[in-house]
């Protein structure tokens, strides 16, 4: 399944208006248009699917919206080692898809959101930079977020599986990296309902408390940490991470993903072109 997008205000045409609903949305739609034309340098992808998706998880707030644009673009322009040359078949991008650092699970979980596991101890930190592992995270989150917008409209629950976790993991997480790390979480539209930390070592405190200062009080209330299993009701779980769990395996999930990157390799250079302006 590949992904086509391009930036354009032309909303006229091919969209069925069923209710006063649907014409409102297309109007607010209209109006972001308009908004984001006056604003040029925060440099959005102002196709109607993409700005609906802002508005939906902005809960159809419309300066709730224009901020959320605002933040998401700029990031997107300041990171550049996480959002430039996004391209799946570059060495380091594969290897990280081959062990597979972040996984949306299939389906929902019982509240209709979306689940990512995030193996958080997967990589090797004497091979792989703690940047290149969320640059990957974010090109899987970017594509899902395309594929299953309804899904991700919903929230995102995050469980991040530490097995196997190491001294040398943690020392890869500065604090600076923590903070930005943090700050990325709020900027993309789509909204952590859970951060749930499994398979935790007993010291996992010291360094979730640093994440934790950069949290804000919301967020910080959805973290929840387990020595082992998940609380997450999905069927799909993988039984890597739950015995209850009837979803591919972290491997089948690996390989679908890393297939579902290289089929869109079009939809990441489209993807690029959308940042602010700095300068």
């Not at 109007?27 to 699917?49: D, F, G």
């Not at 193996?119 to 899987?140: C, G, L």
């Not at 395309?146 to 500065?174: S, W, Y």
């Not at 990296?177 to 539209?189: D, F, N, Q």
Request: proline share 5%; charged share 25%; net charge positive.
């Amino acid at each position: 399944m590949s992904i086509h997008n391009n930036n354009t205000c032309n909303i006229k045409g091919g969209l069925e208006l069923e209710s006063n609903t649907d014409r409102e949305e297309l109007q607010q739609v209209r109006e972001l248009c308009v908004w984001l034309n006056e604003n040029p340098k925060i440099n959005a992808c102002q196709t109607y699917e993409n700005l609906h998706f802002f508005l939906h998880t902005c809960k159809f707030d419309i300066e709730r919206t224009k901020k959320k644009l605002k933040v998401f673009y700029q990031m997107r322009a300041e990171r550049t080692e996480w959002f430039d040359n996004c391209d799946p078949m570059l060495p380091e991008i594969q290897e990280l898809l081959k062990l597979g650092v972040f996984l949306p699970v299939d389906g929902v979980d019982e509240h209709q959101r979306k689940v990512v596991i995030i193996r958080t101890a997967v990589h090797d930190p004497k091979k792989h930079t703690q940047n290149n592992v969320f640059k990957t995270s974010k090109m899987i989150l970017d594509l899902l977020l395309k594929l299953e917008p309804e899904n991700c409209a919903r929230g995102i629950v995050a469980i991040m599986d530490m097995q196997g976790v190491q001294l040398g993991h943690a020392l890869q997480l500065t604090p600076k990296l923590i903070k930005r790390s943090v700050e990325s979480w709020t900027a993309y539209p789509c909204q952590p309902k859970l951060l749930e930390f499994t398979n935790a070592p007993r010291h996992v405190n010291i360094l979730l408390n640093t994440f934790r200062v950069f949290m804000t009080p919301k967020i910080r209330s959805r973290v929840i940490v387990r020595r082992g299993g998940s609380m997450v009701t999905c069927k799909q779980l993988p039984r890597d991470l739950s015995k209850d769990g009837q979803g591919p395996s972290y491997n089948e999930l690996a390989i679908k993903w890393k297939s579902l990157l290289e089929q869109n390799v079009d939809f990441y250079v489209e993807q690029g072109k959308y940042k602010s302006i700095l300068k």
